[in-house]
């Protein structure tokens, strides 16, 4: 399957991650001879550039540190202050997993550094899938937001919506992609959801891909699915869009594509009225090859239910990135969810890493964040230990954590290859235990399996502390799906209060102590009616967070997304007694 294009970019890849020390070397020298005299670093360099006096000056940093140095640059003043590259942009970082969202400075050469990654990324794809380009079209969920103008007259954007603002991005859209530019950037993502869905439908037999940026995002297209597949097929059938639809680009793009098909909309409505949706995906789009969504981290929960409804057809991952550096690729993409490791690649940026120490082991008393520990270089790393990235950029960030904890899975060539463990300081805390998200995945894994056979499936979970009354203690909201037509209704009370029972029994040493001297009291799950975290999406979409960008909280920390999973409980569970 491989073309000369992907045979070029495997080599890149290979001579890349080969001479991984030497291009780390290369990019923080080049960094600091642009940046040395900006106000920032030249009240820690004096100008110079030397990589020991960086490492030992330059201080390590989050985003609160830089804030005031990005808003002035927002408000008007020049860019060196941060960087001798002028500033052309923002980008928006997506708001829902850490805070509120954060202003990401954008030059030229982060752009250029962005191109070259589109020249190698699609490599690892190719070699396994062929080139999906010219085997038909990709049905991909997308959702832009408005720009923001800064007082600056910067433009400030999610970065997905920056992509699909590009020149490149539109032209090739028509011929890569069933969704119109206009269904896109839809204001009201419900009616842009249901077109785009509907072009996918029309356009069934050219689809070789279903995907959007987010596993989430799928889940959400499938359930919207399910709900409207009726009324979809009816526009089909009868070539006509909803008179609900009353936005003015999809009904002009609709125009342009609709016209009565009764009998693929009798095929559609043949494959959607069966008991079980497992499969849909596959029987829906016969020729795709793939399911195209990140689903490490956050999204690694969704895996379960998105696997039932694709039944074979592969999850792929293809890359990690964040707001502020793309940083690696999964050169095997057809494995498991739970085995996906992500190759840095050394010239996106210069990486460095501070170890994480484990706070679970079975030590009653608590570990302090060692400030002092001295960043570890990219090619320096060790596998199987745990590390939160620290990223400097060509656009101004220096020594910046990123806010991700990775762990060192191996190496290929030169460059280590990691695995994406979780967020930083997500974590739950009643007294001085820390919950992280990667303690509270493992513990809800263990408990929901006592659901599988039963026909159920957890199909979302966010948690939060309740310290309404004492002692505090944990709060897990679930929502669960009933397989094959059962009901939640139809599930055994006794087998909600086991699951409470079997996540404290999973969770770590410390909460387990805490819970026996009655520091914390019982853990309470809340199972919540069907859709509730759609509205709870709808909520923080409405806020202005980008649908292609939501990540679902794992720990709920705004009063009104709490109200509103509150008002759809519809049972309350706790765990009888302390864990052993």
Not at 91 to 117: C, D, M, N, R
Not at 299 to 328: I, K, N
Request: hydrophobic content about 35%; proline content about 5%; aromatic content about 10%.
């Amino acid at each position: 399957m491989a073309t000369n294009g992907n045979e070029g970019g495997l080599k890149m890849i290979e001579e890349l991650t080969t001479n991984a020390e030497q291009i780390q070397d290369e990019e923080l020298g080049e960094i600091l001879s642009r940046n040395a005299g900006t106000e920032y670093l030249r009240g820690f360099l004096h100008g110079q550039t030397e990589k020991q006096l960086f490492k030992k000056n330059v201080p390590i940093v989050t985003y609160e540190d830089l804030k005031p140095y990005i808003d002035r640059i927002a408000n008007g003043e020049t860019s060196d202050i941060l960087l001798a590259e002028p500033v052309t942009g923002f980008f928006l970082s997506s708001g829902t997993s850490g805070g509120q969202p954060k202003l990401i400075p954008v030059s030229a050469e982060y752009h250029k550094k962005g191109a070259l990654v589109g020249t190698f990324a699609q490599s690892p794809m190719m070699r396994h899938f062929g080139d999906i380009n010219q085997a038909g079209k990709r049905m991909e969920l997308m959702f832009a937001r408005p720009e923001i103008e800064t007082p600056s007259g910067l433009k400030a954007a999610s970065v997905s919506t920056s992509i699909y603002n590009e020149s490149k991005f539109r032209t090739n859209l028509p011929k890569l992609y069933t969704s119109p530019i206009e269904t896109i950037f839809c204001p009201d993502p419900n009616q842009g959801l249901y077109c785009q869905l509907l072009f996918g439908l029309i356009q069934r037999d050219e689809v070789v891909k279903v995907g959007s940026l987010f596993a989430s995002t799928v889940l959400r297209g499938i359930k919207f699915l399910e709900n409207h597949w009726q009324e979809l097929c009816y526009d089909i059938k009868t070539g006509r869009l909803s008179d609900w639809i009353t936005d003015s680009g999809c009904r002009n793009a609709a125009s342009l594509i609709m016209k009565p098909n009764p009998e693929q909309a009798d095929l559609i409505e043949n494959i959607c009225n069966c008991k079980s949706w497992e499969g849909i995906i596959r029987k829906l789009w016969t020729k795709a090859r793939y399911i195209g969504c990140i689903c490490t981290g956050a999204m690694r929960q969704y895996t379960t239910e998105l696997e039932f409804y694709c039944r074979g057809l592969p999850l792929v991952s293809d890359f990690y990135a964040c707001s502020e550096t793309f940083c690696g690729l999964n050169l095997e993409p057809l494995c498991k969810p739970c085995d996906i490791s992500y190759t840095l690649l050394p010239n996106m940026a210069y990486f460095e890493f501070l170890p994480v120490k484990n706070e679970r082991d079975e030590s009653f008393e608590m570990k302090s964040n060692d400030e002092d520990t001295e960043l570890v270089d990219l090619v320096n790393v060790k596998v199987g230990q745990c590390y939160e990235l620290v990223v400097s950029t060509c656009a101004g960030l220096y020594r910046y954590k990123v806010g991700d904890v990775l762990m060192v899975s191996g190496f290929y060539n030169n460059a280590p290859q990691f695995q994406f463990v979780e967020r930083k300081n997500v974590i739950l805390s009643v007294d001085q235990e820390k919950t992280s998200e990667t303690d509270l995945f493992k513990a809800v894994t263990e408990a929901k399996a006592l659901l599988d056979p039963l026909g159920f499936i957890l199909t979302e979970y966010t948690s939060y502390v309740d310290t309404s009354s004492a002692p505090g203690h944990y709060v897990l909201f679930w929502e669960i799906k009933g397989k094959e037509g059962k009901h939640c209704k139809e599930l055994d009370p006794k087998i909600m209060v086991e699951c409470c029972s079997r996540m404290e029994e999973s969770l770590h040493y410390t909460y387990k102590i805490y819970r026996k001297r009655n520091i914390i009291a019982a853990l309470e799950i809340r199972v919540v009616k069907q859709g509730s975290f759609e509205a709870l999406m709808d909520y923080f979409v409405s806020k202005g967070t980008s649908l292609s960008q939501y990540k679902k909280p794992s720990c709920i920390k705004s009063e009104e997304a709490l109200k509103i999973l509150d008002s759809r409980v519809i049972g309350k569970y706790f765990s009888p007694k302390p864990p052993l």
